[in-house]
């Protein structure tokens, strides 16, 4: 009797710690162009109503960063482009931008190659909007 005890309470024990791991949830959907890959991330994740800072991580296919970008941000179409600065030569590019419901719940990235001299605009809705308490 008190083994079957034990056994239930490790049982237990394992189910609530998996319980815990709880898997973060990407911001939004990586995109692709031409041959570079393109994905968002927000701080603080998941992203919350008002300023947030947001990470563009532009690679290429076949994994090396593409540093050689101009990477531009909004969150309206009325709003002017606002220029993201790069985090050395890795390919990271960091801008703050106003989130709220509608139409501010989705960054606008604006992608001006150097070595090609084209220029995309790529739309990531967010995902996971949260509020500012």
């Not at 005890?5 to 995109?31: F, H, N, Y």
């Not at 994994?63 to 709003?79: S, Y």
């Not at 890795?90 to 989705?106: F, H, K, T």
Request: glycine fraction near 8%; aromatic fraction near 6%; include cysteine.
């Amino acid at each position: 009797m008190n083994r079957n005890i034990m056994w239930r309470a490790v049982l237990l024990s394992c189910m609530a710690l998996a319980g815990c791991s709880g898997e973060k949830v990407a911001d939004t959907v990586q995109q692709h162009w031409q041959d570079l890959d393109i994905r968002v991330e927000t701080r603080p994740s998941p992203p919350a109503l008002g300023m947030d800072e947001f990470l563009v991580i532009v690679t290429r296919s076949r994994g090396q960063p593409a540093w050689d970008c101009l990477v531009d941000i909004r969150t309206a179409d009325e709003d002017p482009w606002k220029q993201a600065i790069q985090d050395g030569r890795v390919g990271v590019y960091r801008r703050s931008a106003l989130v709220g419901l509608g139409e501010r719940s989705v960054v606008q990235v604006q992608i001006h190659r150097r070595d090609n001299d084209s220029t995309t605009v790529l739309r990531f809705p967010l995902v996971n909007l949260g509020g500012k308490s």
